[in-house]
Every structure is written in structure tokens, then in C-alpha cells.
Antibody
Framework: EVQLVESGGGLVQPGGSLRLSCAASGFTFKSYNMKWVRQAPGKGLEWISYISSSGTTIYYADSVKGRFTISRDNAQNSLYLEMNSLRDEDTAVYYC?????????WGQGTLVTVSS | EIVMTQSPATLSVSPGEGATLSCRASQSVSSSLAWYQQKPGQAPRLLIYGASTRATGVPARFSGTGSGTEFTLTISSLQSEDFAIYYCQQYNNWPPWTFGQGTRVEIK
């Protein structure tokens, strides 16, 4: 069974940093592209970052470019999102998602709250 | 960036009735269009990909049509479990992969 389990969310002050992790199991992690998608409270879905299966190709949404860094450890079956210079508008549930284009498998999400 | 626009924002439907949700792309996305269903407190669930192909386990009452810039998700006879928010998403021109703002289907 495919499982994606996010962790690392929490309350952080504006300007602060946080690192999200996603533990993958039930499939050959190193063979799949991965993404982070977020959802602000009561709002829609927003793709924010993509990493290819090998980690060599990375994309970011303009809203997070220069502040967030996606990475992966294929030996540990893990995906990461390093978030710096956090803003109020980064408050959201962050989902780890398998796949390049459309998404069958989602994690349960981890809530990041940016507030003073 | 391709902008996806969904209509209506909210659709009020009685159980057993049908529902038609629309999604428009700001430029052609061919058939690279997916639909998701999201219930409160849950991650989205993939319903349709390739504009018209149902994902595994999705009931036949869900159907998707369209290509280019105009797409439709039809639910033929709403069941209680179908009241949720529905999102469309394009994957033809990326990055970014973009979602519509969602249509809420509520009980009338």
C-alpha cells in the first residue's frame, strides 16, 4: 500500500524557518517524481514545488521561489521541503504528492501556521 | 501561466439529481485535465484524468468531457457522499501545474 506521511509542521513566527519531511513507503520511491502542494485555510490547492525522481530537475512556484528548497533522499525514501523567510501567507496545509502530472497519491498533510 | 476558472462557485443540488461542473482554461490544455474531489479534513481524491478517464475505483456516475479550453465534470445522480468541493487541474503546460479555485457541491 502506498503511503506518504508528512511531518514537521507547526507554529512559526514570520521570518522564521521550518523543514517538512515526507516519508514514503509501499512503492519504489526513487522511480517517481514528487511534489509539494499546499492549501491555505478555506482556500484552493496550489502547487509549490516539483523534484524529479533523480533530484536533478527542480521547479518552484513564483510564490516560494528563493525561499523554499525541495530535496529528496532516495536511500531514505524521503522528500523534504526547507522553508525560510516564512510569511503569513505561507500558512497552509502542505501535502506531499506522488507523480509528475496528476496525483493519485497524497499524504494526509501537515499544517504550517505562520503567526506572531 | 495557464489560469483555470471553475463555475459555478457553489452548486446546490438535491440528492438523486444530476450536477454539471465547468472548468475553463485560459489557453488550450489539450486533454491534460484532471478532476479531484475533496471532503473536509481530507486530502483531495483523483476522480478523472486525461479529461475523461475515470481513476481506479471511481463510480461510473462521474464522467468528464471536453478538450482544449472547455471541460465538464458531470455527476449523474448525486449520492450523499458526493457533496464536496471539486477542483480541476491542468498538466499540459508546466510549470506551474495549476488548479481551478473549486466548485462546492452542497445539499439543496
Amino acid at each position: 500500500e502506498v503511503q506518504l506521511v508528512e511531518s514537521g509542521g507547526g507554529l512559526v513566527q514570520p521570518g522564521g524557518s521550518l523543514r517538512l519531511s515526507c516519508a514514503a513507503s509501499g512503492f519504489t520511491f526513487k522511480s517517481y517524481n514528487m511534489k509539494w502542494v499546499r492549501q491555505a485555510p478555506g482556500k484552493g490547492l496550489e502547487w509549490i514545488s516539483y523534484i524529479s525522481s533523480s533530484g536533478t530537475t527542480i521547479y518552484y512556484a513564483d510564490s516560494v521561489k528563493g525561499r523554499f528548497t525541495i530535496s529528496r533522499d532516495n536511500a531514505q525514501n524521503s522528500l523534504y521541503l526547507e522553508m525560510n523567510s516564512l510569511r503569513d501567507e505561507d500558512t497552509a496545509v502542505y501535502y506531499c504528492v506522488r507523480g509528475g502530472n496528476y496525483y493519485v497519491y497524497w499524504g494526509q498533510g501537515t499544517l504550517v501556521t505562520v503567526s506572531s | 501561466e495557464i489560469v483555470m476558472t471553475q463555475s459555478p462557485a457553489t452548486l446546490s443540488v438535491s440528492p438523486g439529481e444530476g450536477a454539471t461542473l465547468s472548468c475553463r482554461a485560459s489557453q488550450s490544455v489539450s486533454s491534460s485535465l484532471a478532476w479531484y474531489q475533496q471532503k473536509p479534513g481530507q486530502a483531495p481524491r483523483l476522480l478523472i484524468y486525461g479529461a475523461s478517464t475515470r481513476a481506479t475505483g471511481v463510480p461510473a456516475r462521474f464522467s468528464g468531457t471536453g478538450s482544449g479550453t472547455e471541460f465538464t465534470l458531470t455527476i449523474s445522480s448525486l449520492q450523499s457522499e458526493d457533496f464536496a468541493i471539486y477542483y480541476c487541474q491542468q498538466y499540459n503546460n508546466w510549470p506551474p501545474w495549476t488548479f481551478g479555485q473549486g466548485t462546492r457541491v452542497e445539499i439543496k
